[in-house]
């Protein structure tokens, strides 16, 4: 059973760090083809992919971001991590951690967790 | 970036009823594309997968089609359990992106 949560601070201040934690079960990041991807959601909006990392450590990040995104792994404790510097208000959002697959045709988000909301304010 | 594209927004349907809902990408996407469920307060679930792919466990009355820069996610009877937000996500090209979503009522 592939289970994913994510942890997070709840409130942090304009211009600190981020830092969400996704702690899995049900799978190995150090099997081929798994993954785990970040993904958040402001209140009422849509969805917006922020990064993956695979299980070779290869990493992807979404450039809209430009250089605030930082994602690692701790393979033996079953974790996956991402990092978000000099927060602002645009960055409150539920964040969701998922499980990434690759398969013959690509790859898709299999298993999601329920999402850590984080509220940026002064 | 690849900008998806959905419509309607918003589609209000009865109980029973075959209902389409679109999603057009900005380039073509090669059928590299995912379709997605999220209900009130839930995290997104994974409906169709590489345009027509059903995932595990989801029922048959849900299906995908399209090819190029235009996909369908298609219900074929309209049940009060489906009530939710689908989002489509194009994975042909980095970065991953994500459609704003169809809200599907119940009339």
């Known amino acids: 059973q592939v289970t994913l949560k994510e942890s997070g601070p709840g409130i942090l201040q304009p211009s600190q760090t981020l830092s969400l934690t996704c702690t899995f079960s049900?799978?190995?990041?150090?099997?081929?083809?798994?993954?785990v991807g970040w993904i958040r959601q402001p209140s009422g909006k849509g969805l917006e992919w922020l990064a993956n990392?695979?299980?070779?450590?290869?990493?992807y990040y979404n450039p809209s971001l430009k250089n605030r995104l930082t994602i690692s792994k701790d393979t033996s404790n079953n974790q996956a991590f991402l990092k978000i510097t000099n927060v602002d208000t645009a960055d409150t959002a539920t964040y969701y951690c998922?499980?990434?697959?690759?398969?013959?045709?690509?790859?898709?988000?299999?298993?999601w967790g329920q999402g850590v909301m984080v509220t940026v304010s002064s | 970036d690849i900008q998806m594209t959905q419509s309607p927004s918003l589609l209000s349907a009865s109980v029973g009823d075959r209902v389409t809902l679109s999603c057009k990408a900005s380039?073509?996407?090669?059928?590299?594309l995912n379709w997605y469920q999220q209900k009130l307060g839930e995290a997104p679930k994974l409906l169709i997968y590489?345009?027509?792919s059903l995932q595990t466990g989801i029922p048959s009355r849900f299906s995908g089609s399209g090819s190029g820069t235009d996909y369908t996610l298609t219900i074929s009877s309209l049940q009060p359990e489906d009530v939710a937000t689908y989002f489509c996500?194009?994975?042909?090209?980095?970065?991953?992106?994500f459609g704003s979503g169809t809200k599907l009522e119940i009339k």
């Open positions: 998922a499980r990434i697959v690759i398969f013959n045709y690509g790859s898709y988000f299999d298993y």
């Open positions: 049900g799978f190995s990041l150090s099997t081929y083809g798994m993954g």
């Open positions: 990392i695979w299980w070779d450590d290869d990493k």
């Open positions: 380039q073509n996407i090669y059928k590299y």
């Open positions: 590489y345009t027509n």
């Open positions: 996500q194009q994975y042909n090209s980095w970065p991953l992106t």
